[in-house]
């Protein structure tokens, strides 16, 4: 069948008649009674039953009654200690991360692994109560009987027998006997109350032991709201309670906050010590823009003689990563070497996340050369790492053979690793395959965690595959998984779909009632899907209220709205938006870059997009896949074949993979060129390369013979398509009645339509403008005015290249006079159509009467 889609000759000649028996029918008209009824409109995306889906699974389950003994688990002297939750506090309220791929830092090995924590507090993990005088236990008993909503009451009637007990000792009782979010109420009870009426004393080891309760739960959005509100910089705490205050800032984005507690600390003669340096570290690098600032802090520690850790240099390394500071990524990784620093496992999975996030996946494989030469083991990080530098490279299924290779190698795929695979097949659409290895994934055993669901939500957001998004979240609740903020993100991300914007302030509503606080990347998301309905006046809106209510902007915040303004191709406003990132220290990233091509092309400012291009041929601009990619699509919409071409050779001389996209744009060009030779090697390509032709390579195919006249191998491609088990789309169909319309067959192309609608496929401006072309040609102006009254009757009204093309056809056809009478008859059938545009036309065809 490959060899009937481009046939081996140097020419292709037209074939203008087929004898078919619809040619020989009498001709029909263009109405209701020689045409099937159309079918129903396409249903507005669901959200609503999605969004309460979504509020079901984000409720807190019923809270216990107080007649219920908490239970208490204790695996061992340093194990986590489970606590049953109560009240909103609950761990799944607190920040997600929006990326799958954890970055090594010393925050997450040191103060959030709960075998590093203490099982108990100051080292007693027992769960005896014996250091409680006989007052503390009997106030202990009493606020165990009471529930959290009748707390705040309760403390307010015993106030003055609390002013009298040792509180300390009553929050350790409470966090000993399983209560730490009711020994949080007391607390919090105590700090409000003092702020107004001084009754209590708030000491150092109070605060020092709430700190040790919050962060051994992880409850960072927490301590960081508590501690913002009623501050902490006059206390004088110990290193590790700073450190860990300065780490809860860093969690929720609060890095100002971290910065001013790090000062604090040394300005009351306080040490920082290796951790807390590390925690530094980890908020300069998610800060961004703080390069300068690391290497400061690392020239401090060596200052005070701290020998750098694994964790030090994995967080320095992650902090480039997340910058894209490949060089310096290097030069810091060959300095330790230098210095006869050995790495480790953790320092060089750091590493390969670097190159793994711009795709590099050679410099990625000589990492690995290097790690089993130094006898280091790659672990499970290793592999996960690996799989995202050959997806990021376009190497799909290379990445997915890995998890094979995995399991030979004694290492079990887990959730990051198939999450990985899934999210790049969803992002180059290949939603079928994601769904496939989702469910070899479950097979296996690999519980899906919420950031595989939130992946595959985001995918089938971006198709409109409701159903399937219901039948996920059904999935979410049989696994007991909760969703998180980015889940709710996700939701928002729909609504930046066409039609669907009006949808955002309640879907935000909604997540705010669930107890998930808009966050940066909410903001983010927000601008974001303003940016891809076209409304860049909102999206500038929501970054101006993220700036108010105090989050500080980020390169993925300039990328939503450099994607806003891409879309309209208004590269001047993109150009000040670059500036202005450059002029905060601001390192653009290669989306940074590429959108700011999509702005080049689609305002066709080809001076601009060759400027780019030209400082990403010549290195100054890494050339990675994606902006190699994004070149190719941006001169396919200038239409420049030579910027194509050049873009294609860099691609593949770099050693990266054309995904179907780029075949796809580069069998189009030649198409529309007419140059079927370079075609045919196009579409070879593909099939070398282990792609199939898709549904839009199929109406590439279709439109090339449509140009070339050969309309009935264009139906041949199509009846191709049906064959095959695949469902032709509206373009497959325009394309094949174009084809007919273009050669005069205007039955053939109404049997088309009329196939066309039993599909259940709707007409659209463009079927119907092709069929005025083709009608206007012939002289057939009554047929013409049939399709405008049919355009009408369904609810698909005329536009101005509609009625242009119907008074170009009078002209044509020397009936200037019956031009006129048509223009000053378009109110009369179109009572919508705008008064500038009618006396553009009506000046148009005056022209030619004179």
């Known amino acids: ?64 009654t107080h007649k219920q003994k908490p239970i208490r688990s204790v695996k061992s002297s340093n194990t986590h200690i489970e606590f049953p939750a109560t009240r909103s506090y609950s761990k799944k309220h607190s920040p997600n991360r929006t990326h799958f791929r954890k970055p090594y830092s010393s925050s997450l090995l040191t103060l959030e692994d709960p075998k590093v924590q203490l099982a108990g507090i100051d080292g007693d993990g027992d769960g005896s109560l014996d250091f409680l005088s006989i007052e503390c236990k009997s106030m202990l008993d009493s606020i165990l009987e009471q529930t959290s909503s009748s707390l705040h009451l309760f403390f307010y009637s015993v106030k003055f027998k609390l002013i009298e007990l040792d509180l300390v000792s009553l ?74 205050i300065i780490h809860s800032h860093s969690c929720t984005g609060k890095y100002e906050k971290a910065i001013y507690l790090f000062d604090r600390m040394k300005a009351i003669g306080l040490s920082p010590n290796l951790v807390t340096y590390n925690v530094m570290l980890d908020v300069y690098g998610k800060m961004g823009r703080s390069w300068d600032k690391i290497l400061n802090l690392l020239t401090e520690m060596k200052t005070e003689k701290l ?33 006869g620093y050995k790495p480790g496992i953790f320092t ?23 790690m089993e030469e130094n006898n280091c083991t790659p672990d499970l990080v290793t592999y996960n790492e690996l799989v995202a530098a050959y997806v990021r490279a376009g190497f799909h299924e290379k990445g997915a053979d890995l998890i094979d290779t995995m399991a030979q190698k004694g290492l079990k795929p887990n959730a990051i690793t198939y999450t990985t695979v899934i999210d790049a097949y969803g992002k180059c659409g290949k939603e079928d395959k994601a769904l496939s290895l989702f469910n070899v994934m479950k097979k296996s055993g690999c519980v899906p965690n919420v950031c595989t669901y939130n992946a595959i939500l985001g995918m089938l957001g971006r198709k409109s595959r409701s159903q399937e998004m219901m039948e996920i979240l059904l999935d979410m609740k049989s696994n007991r998984i909760s969703p998180n903020r980015v889940t709710w993100n996700t939701m928002l991300a729909m609504c930046g779909q066409k039609g669907m914007h009006l949808y955002m302030n309640w879907v935000l509503r909604e997540m705010k009632s669930c107890g998930f606080e808009p966050d940066r990347d909410t903001f983010n998301t927000l601008i974001s899907a303003y940016g891809r309905c076209g409304l860049e006046i909102d999206a500038g809106e929501v970054y101006r ?31 000040s938006v670059i500036l202005d990132m450059k002029s905060k220290g601001f390192k653009l990233s290669e989306t940074s870059y590429s959108l700011m091509l999509h702005c080049y092309s689609k305002g066709q400012n080809f001076k601009g997009l060759d400027a780019m291009a030209k400082e990403i041929y010549e290195g100054k601009i890494f050339p990675s896949w994606m902006l190699l990619r994004t070149l190719i699509l941006a001169n396919f919409k200038c239409r420049s074949l030579s910027g194509m071409e050049k873009a294609f050779q860099e691609l593949q001389k770099h050693g990266y993979k054309p995904d179907l996209v780029i075949f796809n744009s580069m069998l189009s060009i030649y198409a529309r060129n007419k140059i079927y030779d370079r075609a045919r090697k196009i579409l070879d390509l593909i099939h070398e390369n282990g792609l199939q032709p898709d549904l839009v390579t199929f109406n590439t195919l279709m439109d090339m013979y449509a140009r070339t006249g050969e309309c009935w191998e264009a139906e041949e491609i199509l009846k191709s398509v049906q064959n095959s088990g695949r469902k032709p789309d509206l373009v497959s169909y325009n394309t094949v009645i174009k084809a007919f319309c273009r050669q005069g067959l205007m039955d ?27 009608f206007a040609a012939q002289g057939s102006f009554l047929e013409v005015n049939d399709v405008i009254s049919y355009m009408i009757e369904h609810d698909c009204k005329p536009n101005l290249l509609t009625y242009k093309t119907i008074v170009d056809g009078y002209c044509r056809a020397k009936k200037y006079q019956e031009a006129l009478e048509f223009v000053g008859n378009i109110r009369k059938m179109d009572s919508s159509f705008d008064e500038h545009s009618l006396q553009m036309l009506a000046s148009c065809a005056r022209t030619n009467v004179l």
């Open 348 to 370: 060089y999975n750091s590493l390969l996340q670097v190159f793994g996030k711009a795709g590099m996946y050679l410099e990625a494989l000589n990492i690995l050369k290097e």
């Open 171 to 244: 929050l350790k009782g409470l966090d000993r006997s399983g209560n730490w979010e009711k020994a949080l109420s007391l607390f919090e009870w105590v700090l409000e109350d003092s702020r107004t009426n001084q009754s209590f004393n708030i000491d150092n080891q109070m605060i020092e032991l709430m700190v040790k309760i919050l962060g051994r739960e992880s409850q960072h959005t927490i301590m960081s709201k508590l501690f913002d509100k009623y501050g902490v910089g006059d206390y004088s705490l110990d290193v590790r309670a700073f450190t860990t």
């Open 748 to 774: 053939e192309a109404r049997r088309v339509l009329s196939e066309m609608t039993n599909n259940g496929i709707r007409p659209c401006i463009v079927t119907y403008n092709t069929f005025v072309a083709g």
């Open 545 to 575: 209220e993220m700036i108010k209510v105090g989050f500080n902007p980020c390169i993925t915040t300039y990328n939503a709205l450099l994607n806003a303004l891409a879309r309209k191709g208004d590269w001047k406003s993109g150009e």
């Open 307 to 339: 020998e750098f850790d694994e964790f030090t240099c994995s967080t320095v390394i992650s902090a480039c990563g997340r910058e894209g500071l490949l060089e310096e990524a290097k030069t810091f990784f060959a300095s330790l070497k230098a210095q």
């Open 1 to 64: 069948m490959e060899g009937t889609f481009l046939p081996n000759r140097p020419a292709l000649p037209l074939q203008l008649t087929k004898p078919t028996q619809s040619t020989q029918q009498q001709r029909l008209g263009f109405n209701p009674t020689t045409l099937p009824p159309q079918p129903p409109s396409p249903q507005s995306f669901p959200i609503d039953p999605l969004v309460q889906h979504l509020i079901h699974l984000s409720s807190p389950p019923p809270t216990a």
